[in-house]
């Protein structure tokens, strides 16, 4: 395959997954849930937590970002922390416990019951957001996830789930920043409406 069939045949795929998307209003609905929870947990004192791997760290960082500064329009910052960011925290807890743990652990610490906890996998089977899910549900914390095609073990903890309509890692992260920003979006506008 030349590499302008390479470009071709990604923004296709690229393509057809933001199409299914747009098109699949169980999956907005999905999102729109999981911006309403999140909302009402804010309004009653609660907080943001959010976590993956690699990629999806990045994506974690980016979302509480949004929440801290802003992300359409100005307005005071809300309670989002990113579990990828500390990394003191990350290392002595992947080198005293195993790396599964370093969410798992960090969630026990700072989620409350009322809290919302965002896992991100593209797999959905993380070993580390699986545990970080099963200790959220312990706690009370609402259980949020973003994940690929078919959802894997995330399915069964995660409070609502929005799987990207894809199975390929790269489109599945472009989807998910896409819904991060619409769920971000509408968080702003439930906690700050506007005229």
């Not at 009653?44 to 994506?59: E, H, T």
């Not at 990113?82 to 195993?98: F, K, P």
């Not at 959220?136 to 914390?141: L, S």
């Amino acid at each position: 395959m030349t590499s302008g069939a390479y470009v071709t045949d990604y923004l296709g795929h690229s393509v057809a997954a933001m199409n299914a998307f747009a098109a699949d209003v169980a999956l907005q609905d999905v999102l729109i849930r999981m911006a309403d929870a999140t909302s009402a947990s804010m309004r009653a004192g609660g907080k943001l937590l959010i976590a993956g791997n690699g990629g999806s760290a990045a994506d974690a960082q980016h979302i509480a970002g949004e929440f801290i500064s802003r992300l359409m329009f100005d307005h005071p910052p809300l309670p989002a922390i990113a579990l990828t960011t500390d990394t003191s925290a990350l290392t002595a807890t992947a080198n005293d416990y195993g790396y599964e743990q370093v969410f798992e652990r960090q969630v026990i610490a700072l989620g409350r019951k009322g809290d919302v906890f965002l896992g991100i996998s593209t797999s959905g089977n993380s070993p580390n957001v699986i545990r970080a899910l099963s200790a959220a549900r312990a706690q009370g914390v609402t259980t949020l996830g973003f994940t690929g095609q078919g959802g894997g073990k995330m399915v069964e903890l995660c409070d609502m789930l929005l799987p990207a309509p894809s199975a390929w890692t790269p489109i599945i992260q472009q989807i998910h920043i896409t819904a991060a920003h619409i769920y971000c979006a509408l968080i702003e506008r439930s906690m700050f409406p506007r005229q």
